[in-house]
């Protein structure tokens, strides 16, 4: 029989105007790693470990959770055709293919897509916007994953 309650700890509070020092001389007396961080409202305004101290102090701490790659959200392919997962920001759409997408309504190149399709597109489908055109490569039965963009030629530029 296995009792958690046997493990478990009381969560440790500091307020978000707590100093760094403090709060690494805090851990180290009660051999804690991490606190909850809350605001004068008595609210949780997020969480905080020894890590995060001492990488305030030292700068940057790899460990084996540093090692993962953020993955390629754009690239470009032989001829032209640009694959764009849905998350990239449209700053970066617009930087990378010369567009000139508004992020003043969405912050990704899916959430403009998907409200030009006014449906959750399927893969296969396809809109055009603009100069470019949108193909759906990867969807699942939440949100579009993938497209691939082509530059039209038929399109007035600008």
Same mark, same amino acid.
């Given at each position: 029989?296995?009792? #958690?309650?046997?493990?478990?700890?009381?969560?440790?509070?500091?307020?978000?105007?707590?100093?760094?020092?403090?709060?690494?001389?805090?851990?180290?007396?009660?051999?804690?790693?991490?606190?909850?961080?809350?605001?004068?409202?008595?609210?949780?305004?997020?969480?905080?470990? #020894?890590?995060?101290?001492?990488?305030? #102090?030292?700068?940057?701490?790899?460990?084996?959770?540093?090692?993962?790659?953020?993955?390629?959200?754009?690239?470009?392919?032989?001829?032209?055709?640009?694959?764009?997962?849905?998350?990239?920001? #449209?700053?970066?759409?617009?930087?990378?293919?010369?567009?000139?997408?508004?992020?003043?309504?969405y912050d990704t190149v899916g959430g403009v897509v998907t409200s030009e399709f006014g449906h959750l597109p399927e893969v296969g489908e396809q809109v055009a916007i603009g100069e470019y055109l949108f193909h759906v490569t990867a969807a699942d039965d939440r949100r579009v994953q993938q497209f691939r963009v082509t530059?039209?030629?038929?399109?007035?530029?600008?």
């Open positions: 029989h296995f009792d #958690i309650r046997a493990i478990l700890r009381p969560a440790v509070l500091i307020p978000e105007s707590m100093r760094l020092n403090v709060l690494l001389e805090e851990f180290r007396l009660t051999r804690n790693h991490m606190a909850l961080v809350v605001n004068e409202y008595g609210g949780v305004a997020g969480l905080v470990t #020894i890590e995060d101290v001492l990488e305030e #102090i030292v700068g940057e701490i790899d460990d084996e959770h540093d090692d993962e790659v953020e993955p390629e959200l754009m690239h470009q392919q032989p001829g032209g055709d640009w694959l764009v997962s849905a998350l990239t920001p #449209i700053e970066d759409f617009n930087e990378h293919t010369g567009a000139a997408f508004s992020d003043e309504e530059r039209r030629s038929d399109a007035p530029a600008g």
